[in-house]
């Protein structure tokens, strides 16, 4: 800056070569609620374009904490999950922001405007692309008996390890209401007495001695879960213990499913897009506003 210019700020014009230790001017009556409240400091352009959250972010861009945060919560680090174990993670408080694209890069505008009505040409295509990608989408009989052994195996599990108790396995979401595929993965609903077993962590750790692979316990979700792959049936698979809404959800879309059968080809499809899109997953959702705003 040259000598001789001034700072536009809430105060009145302030020459950059005015003595610092001077007292400061006077304010103006009508200070704008966009500038910095100290005269010497200038507005910052911030850029909210998928970051990643703070502090610990990588190549040392890191944001200070001020005294009213560390007074109120917390470090990340600091803390502590109740009934965390080793599969534990911290799932349930990541922020993850996958951009919207179908590729490495966003995708672009419309490159055409939305048309009103299709031909009968169109039409034609259309219905036939649609029942070919629906055909594609069926789950193949071989992958329907590896769902129904995994639910067996679960089952004999935990009863041979808390006999005397009501557990029962139950499928929900996609293997339960018909809108799966082939490489769609298991959600499983356990519905005991045991009220133990809703510390998931207990689960986790079973799990794992009886050689399921990834395992992933996330105890501080609002619905604790429990992630694991099966090496021997080649199956992913969530499971959550007594949530009688997601069973409940599952009946309601089956009897959609069952009352017409354009339902089923439709939401297959519709599910297919919206996966494609990214669209499916509340946590997978792009943010590009501020104060973490999600889609």
């Avoid at 003595?19 to 009508?30: E, G, K």
């Avoid at 945060?69 to 408080?93: H, I």
């Avoid at 067996?152 to 595929?181: A, M, Q, Y």
């Amino acid at each position: 800056m040259t000598s001789g210019t001034s700072v536009e700020t809430g105060w009145s014009h302030i020459p950059d070569t005015a003595d610092v230790s001077a007292p400061l001017p006077t304010m103006t009556s009508h200070q704008s609620s966009s500038l910095p409240s100290t005269p010497y400091q200038r507005p910052r352009t911030l850029s909210y374009e998928t970051r990643p959250p703070s502090p610990g972010r990588v190549g040392g861009h890191t944001s200070p904490r001020s005294s009213h945060s560390d007074s109120n919560q917390s470090l990340p680090a600091l803390r502590k999950t109740a009934g965390a174990c080793k599969y534990e993670t911290g799932m349930a408080q990541a922020r993850r922001r996958v951009p919207y694209s179908m590729g490495p890069d966003k995708l672009g505008p419309e490159r055409s405007p939305l048309k009103e009505s299709l031909t009968d040409i169109e039409d034609e295509k259309l219905s036939g692309d649609m029942r070919e990608l629906y055909d594609r989408l069926q789950p193949s009989p071989e992958s329907e008996v590896r769902r129904k052994k995994l639910v067996e195996k679960l089952d004999k599990i935990l009863n041979e390890r808390w006999p005397g108790h009501l557990i029962k396995v139950n499928v929900f979401g996609s293997t339960g209401n018909k809108l799966g595929t082939t490489d769609s993965d298991v959600d499983i609903c356990i519905t005991t007495d045991l009220k133990d077993l809703e510390r998931v962590c207990c689960l986790a750790e079973l799990l794992a001695s009886h050689g399921m692979e990834r395992v992933v316990c996330v105890s501080s979700a609002k619905v604790p879960i429990v992630k694991i792959w099966d090496p021997e049936l080649r199956l992913a698979c969530d499971m959550n213990v007594n949530n009688p809404i997601a069973l409940e959800n599952t009946e309601m879309i089956r009897t959609y499913v069952g009352i017409d059968p354009r339902v089923r080809p439709l939401a297959m499809i519709i599910k297919y897009w919206a996966k494609r899109r990214i669209l499916n997953e509340p946590g997978m959702c792009n943010s590009t506003l501020p104060n973490d705003s999600r889609c």
